[in-house]
């Protein structure tokens, strides 16, 4: 079992910035892929960014140029560091990461993005 617990998330003015940070706990060797995903209300979850073992890193389109993902293999964590938010970003922010063949998942943290 891998447990994820996210921090980093708030309220944040149109423009500003936040970090997400998670760290990963349990069985985590032979963690590969780590990544975050995120649910506004009445829509699906989507993945928003994504990076691999070995650093390979994918995005959603519609944060691309604003955020970045990174990872510490070392201490299992990985984060999302968030430029140039827009309200559409306002949503639960997930952390997942993938251990053999099952997908583990934080519990989620809110990030709000309001004037």
């Known amino acids: 079992q891998v447990q994820l617990v996210e921090s980093g998330g708030g309220l944040v003015q149109p423009g500003g910035s936040l970090r997400l940070s998670c760290a990963a706990s349990?069985?985590?060797?032979?963690?590969?892929?780590m990544g975050w995903y995120r649910q506004a209300p009445g829509r699906q979850r989507e993945l928003v960014a994504r990076?691999?073992?070995?650093?390979?890193?994918n995005y959603a389109d519609s944060v691309k140029g604003r955020f970045t993902i990174s990872r510490d293999n070392a201490k299992s964590t990985v984060d999302l560091q968030m430029n140039s938010l827009k309200p559409e970003d306002t949503a639960v922010y997930y952390c997942?990461?993938?251990?053999?063949?099952?997908?583990?998942w934080g519990q989620g943290t809110q990030v709000t993005v309001s004037s």
């Open positions: 997942t990461c993938k251990r053999y063949a099952t997908n583990y």
């Open positions: 349990g069985s985590i060797f032979s963690i590969s892929a």
């Open positions: 990076i691999t073992s070995g650093g390979s890193t």
